[in-house]
């Protein structure tokens, strides 16, 4: 059996992988051997990993793409920062205005996120990111239009230096102490079996409805978050920043880290920000289509690595758990002198795991649908109420 | 006013073909073919590379509907079919990495810059006091024909109803006898071969190439084939025309121009807010 002090690990080991990050980089920023442009890059890596969070929220634990996450991070950016700019001239503490206006940015696209939510409550799969992306260009083009938001010019804003940079990682750890503590609360598991099957979950009296709209409205306030501590990093907020391609840039952070994987949203965003940004310093031109052509292939790739039927005995296999399970064994072994012969609980057992699909289907394929290998899966007929 | 309705009614017929691409391989195979909007932009590059090499508009465009039939196979097998039994999540999330793929390689090909084109420049002809282009004419055409051909196709041939079946039921099908991979195959080649001919008629109303063309017009078609009723052939038409005109009408309108592509999604979320199976859309009860 697995002893308890390995799932604290787990728990911990976000808090321990974005300290790890911070904390020697604050020391460098405070004694001053840190450069303006690496303070600029951690908190674009800040701001991604908060993005990458709340988007794993909706893709990898309720199981809904949504390609508007750059939408909602608009609306925070703008509203956000431009209730800054006000503020700046009558509260004296920059402190002060920041949190407020990240809360201002956060609940106005909470806000968004509820209003978009609501469709959510009538569809599903392909239509709620067709929806999604819909509304992402919208808010696009409504903001781009607006003379009070500094129309094509984008919206000038106030510069908070180190400051920002600190409150972006607290925001970081707020992201990841919420995502957390939610999935691993009774609520969490509702969420998560509405993600492997609907129509079980709701059988068994979850509030498929309350609880997909909730997911949104957190998902889309931590994204607004992120949009002010963007509006307040680069200035002016430019509004083609937030196109489709950048919600596609944030799926690929959350697909390569593994959906309904918090650890690895957080490790991808780091990197993905980082290389993005070497990248686009460094070389420019046609590298840039190097990188979607290596962004294409990690989504493919990823995707058909985790979910391909063909795939799943080569997966159950080799994966970085059963790597680690394996060595782990071997050091017991050396240390141990009766090596407990003892079967691990099931890797659905663990909370940060997507749990596998089998069990749930195998019931319903051979109690219900006899024979329908192609579908057995998830329903794919929309839903009528 | 009635120039604008005829452009409109022209990008109607061009959403309209990508729509049917859409509808078609989304009623059978049930996903969401994401890259379907590149393989417009595949057969557009398809189009200029002939052309400048041939200098001849019939065979760029016969060249152009092979490369994007073989392209949407080619998709098929290698993107979509492993992942048949998966997660609808995964198959989305893959179409999207197909689309970024093509995007990014025609980047690296062809280069970011956009390129002109000369095609359909086949003057005007008068109307009753109005000038329509020929190649309005030509679009409008095609469109009606492929449209009827298509309709014909589905509703007559063996082969058509054999897509009905496996779109109505796809254990049901196969347990007829149906091959079920190979009409899925076929769906997407014909949905790709309709986005060849909707390049050809984008290139005649916008003559100039970039590896982003198709996304657009991909989404937009998208729109239109929810708006008539996804799976429905007619309901895409009905949604692609629709589509088509309101964003000619909103863009001859100096206060709505800036808010054309914001007034087409909003259609689309209104839609589904109100009818969420579209315009002609069947009712699907959920069985368990």
């Known amino acids: 059996m697995k002893k308890p002090s390995n799932f604290k690990l787990k728990y911990i080991i976000n808090y321990i992988l974005v300290l790890a990050l911070f904390i020697p980089t604050a020391i460098m920023g405070f004694t001053g051997s840190i450069k303006g442009s690496s303070a600029l890059l951690l908190t674009q890596i800040a701001y991604s990993m908060v993005l990458a969070v709340s988007l794993n929220l909706v893709v990898g634990f309720l199981g809904e793409l949504s390609l508007g996450h750059a939408g909602f991070m608009c609306v925070g950016a703008y509203i956000g920062c431009f209730c800054a700019n006000y503020m700046h001239a009558v509260i004296p503490s920059k402190l002060a205005v920041l949190v407020i206006s990240m809360l201002i940015g956060g609940i106005s696209a909470a806000v968004f996120g509820l209003i978009i939510g609501l469709p959510c409550l009538r569809l599903k799969g392909d239509y709620l990111a067709i929806v999604t992306l819909a509304f992402g260009e919208i808010v696009r083009t409504v903001f781009m239009n607006q003379p009070v938001f500094g129309g094509a010019l984008g919206l000038t804003t106030q510069k908070y230096g180190k400051l920002l940079y600190i409150i972006a990682f607290v925001m970081v750890l707020f992201t990841v102490f919420v995502s957390q503590n939610l999935m691993r609360s009774k609520h969490g598991r509702a969420i998560q079996s509405i993600r492997d099957n609907e129509i079980a979950s709701r059988a068994m009296g979850v509030n498929v409805t309350y609880y997909k709209l909730i997911i949104f409205v957190i998902s889309a306030f931590f994204a607004g978050v992120a949009g002010v501590i963007y509006g307040h990093n680069t200035t002016p907020v430019d509004y083609s920043f937030f196109s489709f391609n950048y919600s596609i840039e944030i799926l690929v952070m959350v697909v390569l880290g593994g959906m309904g994987n918090i650890s690895g949203s957080i490790i991808s965003a780091a990197v993905l920000t980082f290389i993005n940004v070497k990248l686009q310093t460094q070389l420019s031109g046609d590298l840039a289509a190097l990188k979607q052509l290596i962004y294409a292939l990690i989504l493919i790739v990823m995707v058909m690595w985790n979910n391909a039927p063909a795939l799943r005995g080569i997966r159950e296999k080799v994966n970085i758990r059963s790597l680690i399970d394996f060595f782990t064994e071997k050091v017991l072994k050396k240390q141990e002198t009766a090596p407990e012969g003892g079967i691990d609980p099931p890797a659905s057992a663990s909370w940060d795991k997507i749990p596998t699909k089998i069990p749930m289907d195998a019931i319903l394929s051979t109690d219900i649908t006899p024979d329908n290998p192609y579908e057995a899966d998830a329903p794919k007929k929309e839903e009528k109420r | ?288």
Request: contains cysteine; glycine residues 12%; charged residues 10%.
């Open chain 2, 1 to 288: 006013m009635i120039n604008t309705l005829i452009n409109g009614l022209c990008l109607g017929g061009i959403f309209a073909l990508i729509a049917l691409g859409y509808t078609m391989v989304y009623g059978i195979a049930k996903m969401l073919n994401f890259a379907h909007g590149d393989i417009i932009m595949v057969g557009a590059y398809a189009i200029l590379t002939t052309l400048s090499l041939t200098g001849l508009t019939v065979p760029a465009v016969v060249v152009a509907v092979v490369v994007c039939t073989l392209l949407g196979i080619v998709t098929e097998k290698v993107a979509y079919r492993p992942l048949r039994g998966a997660s609808p999540l995964a198959v989305l999330i893959t179409a999207i990495g197909v689309s970024y793929l093509l995007q990014s390689v025609a980047q690296l090909v062809y280069g970011t810059k956009s390129r002109s084109i000369s095609i359909g420049n086949f003057g005007t002809v008068e109307f009753f006091g109005v000038s329509i282009s020929v190649s309005s004419l030509i679009t409008l055409g095609l469109c009606l024909v492929i449209m009827v051909g298509l309709t014909l196709f589905i509703n007559k041939t063996r082969i058509g109803c054999a897509m009905l079946a496996v779109s109505e039921d796809r254990g049901a099908a196969q347990l007829m006898g149906i091959n079920v991979n190979g009409i899925i195959t076929l769906t997407f080649a014909i949905g790709s071969a309709l986005a060849a001919f909707a390049s050809m008629c984008y290139l005649m109303q916008i003559p100039s190439v970039t590896p982003t063309l198709g996304s657009m017009p991909g989404i937009k078609a998208f729109t239109a084939a929810v708006i008539g009723g996804i799976g429905s052939i007619p309901g895409a038409m009905i949604g692609g025309i629709l589509l088509g005109v309101i964003e000619k009408l909103a863009l001859s309108v100096p206060a709505l121009a800036p808010y054309t592509t914001a007034i087409e999604f909003g259609l689309l979320i209104v839609i589904l807010l109100v009818k969420p199976t579209g315009l002609l859309g069947k009712k699907t009860r959920e069985k368990v």
